[in-house]
């Protein structure tokens, strides 16, 4: 049991999707669904030349991501929170630099480490129950995947600093509003909606579009990867206090209920 990911193509677009085996549950992630959006990462790079642009969606009714699953959560601590905020940073970056659009499909929750990876798509369209948030400072934990660098650069560092600190999640509306994402549309318009923006990059040079996005990720992005030490640093540091082991027992008690 758990979440998934299931690999499609559609013409010239590959679909991503995230997807849970139980389906009243929201989609999370672990290291097996790392390893399993690393795997399809390394066959696009491969294969990229048939591509003109990739999706991630998610399959569930509950959610986009809404971050690690808790089974993660209840193996972390100060020594290898480490590993597991690298890894993270290196697969997502790996998706940010894919020479083609990448399009995150968002119909609902996007939280944590599910907003995290959102952001390192080149475009988030948003269904209009959407809802985005870092809530990571309730459990005394780090945002760990770029999320301390990738929503600043978004939304501005005031606006990012209040929904690090508030915990606030934000409606599509604000989202948009705010730049965190390109488009809102009626739920029941969202396939339509994407589709019409994949029918448009189609029409386009794909050696200037994977150009293009290089030079704007040379530009704006290459401090994630200096983003990565430090997020592994104060990772670790919060795991090793009382606060935050008392923030994730609630957590889990609360889960169990």
Known sequence: MGTHIRFEETENTAYITFYEEEERKPCTLDWDVLAELDEIITNLELHQPSYKSVVIQSASPKSFIVGANIAVLKTQNASNIGDWVANGHRIFNRLQTLPVPVIAKVGKYALGGGLELAMACDMIIAGENARFGQPEASLGVMPGWGGSYRLPMLVGPNRAKEIFMTGRQLDAKTAYEWGLVNRVCPESEL???????????????SEVLGLVKQIIFDETQRGVYH???I????SANCMASEDTQRRLSGFFE???K
């Open 231 to 234: 997020e592994a640093a104060t």
């Open 191 to 205: 396939d339509v909606c994407v589709s019409e923006l994949v029918s448009q990059i189609s029409n386009n040079s």
């Open 227 to 229: 983003n990565c030490f």
């Open 254 to 256: 609360s889960r169990k």
